[in-house]
T-cell receptor, first 119, second 114 residues
Framework: AQTVTQSQPEMSVQEAETVTLSCTYDTSESDYYLFWYKQPPSRQMILVIRQEAYKQQNATENRFSVNFQKAAKSFSLKISDSQLGDAAMYFCAYRSAVGFGGSQGNLIFGKGTKLSVKP | ETGVTQSPTHLIKTRGQQVTLRCSSQSGHNTVSWYQQALGQGPQFIFQYYREEENGRGNFPPRFSGLQFPNYSSELNVNALELDDSALYLC?????????????FGSGTQLSVL
C-alpha cells in the first residue's frame, strides 16, 4: 500500500522569505501523480501544484515549485516570497494514475504541515 | 470557487443516530469521492462513485454508505454513529475520462457526535 509522510508538523517563515516543506512517499507503482494541497481555515482543499511521475522536470506555479526526486521518493514544496495569505495547512498527496474501473485512484494524504507566516 | 457545494456546513448528532450528508457536484462530473478528515489528520478516502455505482472503497465499515444521482448530487450516509465519526467530511467531484482527472473539493461538513 502507498503511504505519504510529512515529517514537519509545523513550520514558520518570515514574510517575503522562502520556506520548504518536506514530503516522502512509498509506492511500487511507476505511474502516479503527486500533489500539494493548501487548506486554509475555510476548510476547502485548494490544489497548489501537481507533478506527474513520468515527468522529470519539476513543476512550478508562480511562487510555488517542487523538488521531485523519484528515486528517493521525495517531493518537497518550496514557497518563495512568502505572503501572509500562504498561512494554512499544507498536505502532500499521492494518487495512482490507474485506480478504480477506469477512473484514477483516490488521494492518499500525509498528516499535513501547518505553515505560519510572520509579518 | 470550485462549483462543489456541501450541506449542511455543521451538524451535531448523538451516538447511535443516523446522518445524511449531501454534495452537489459540478455539472458534467461523473465521479464523486468522499473523504473523512479527523482533527489534526489528513483526509482519508471513504469511497468513490462513478456513474451512480460505487467503484472504490477505503477502509471504512459498511455503515458508511453512499448514493450518487443523475443530477450530479450525491449523499454520504452513516448509520449507528460513533464518537470517532466526529470529523470533517469532504466530497470531491471530477470527470473520469482520458488523461488527468482534476478533483474539485467542497468546503466540507463538520460532523460532531456527542
Amino acid at each position: 500500500a502507498q503511504t505519504v509522510t510529512q515529517s514537519q508538523p509545523e513550520m514558520s517563515v518570515q514574510e517575503a522569505e522562502t520556506v520548504t516543506l518536506s514530503c516522502t512517499y512509498d509506492t511500487s507503482e511507476s505511474d502516479y501523480y503527486l500533489f500539494w494541497y493548501k487548506q486554509p481555515p475555510s476548510r476547502q482543499m485548494i490544489l497548489v501544484i501537481r507533478q506527474e511521475a513520468y515527468k522529470q522536470q519539476n513543476a512550478t506555479e508562480n511562487r510555488f515549485s517542487v523538488n521531485f526526486q523519484k528515486a528517493a521518493k521525495s517531493f518537497s514544496l518550496k514557497i518563495s516570497d512568502s505572503q501572509l495569505g500562504d498561512a494554512a495547512m499544507y498536505f502532500c498527496a499521492y494518487r495512482s494514475a490507474v485506480g478504480f474501473g477506469g477512473s484514477q485512484g483516490n488521494l492518499i494524504f500525509g498528516k499535513g504541515t501547518k505553515l505560519s507566516v510572520k509579518p | 470557487e470550485t462549483g462543489v457545494t456541501q450541506s449542511p456546513t455543521h451538524l451535531i448528532k448523538t451516538r447511535g443516530q443516523q446522518v445524511t450528508l449531501r454534495c452537489s457536484s459540478q455539472s458534467g462530473h461523473n465521479t464523486v469521492s468522499w473523504y473523512q478528515q479527523a482533527l489534526g489528520q489528513g483526509p482519508q478516502f471513504i469511497f468513490q462513485y462513478y456513474r451512480e455505482e460505487e467503484n472504490g472503497r477505503g477502509n471504512f465499515p459498511p455503515r458508511f454508505s453512499g448514493l450518487q444521482f443523475p443530477n450530479y448530487s450525491s449523499e454520504l450516509n452513516v448509520n449507528a454513529l460513533e464518537l470517532d465519526d466526529s470529523a470533517l467530511y469532504l466530497c470531491a467531484s471530477s470527470f473520469s475520462g482520458h488523461g488527468y482527472e482534476k478533483l474539485f473539493f467542497g468546503s466540507g461538513t463538520q460532523l460532531s457526535v456527542l
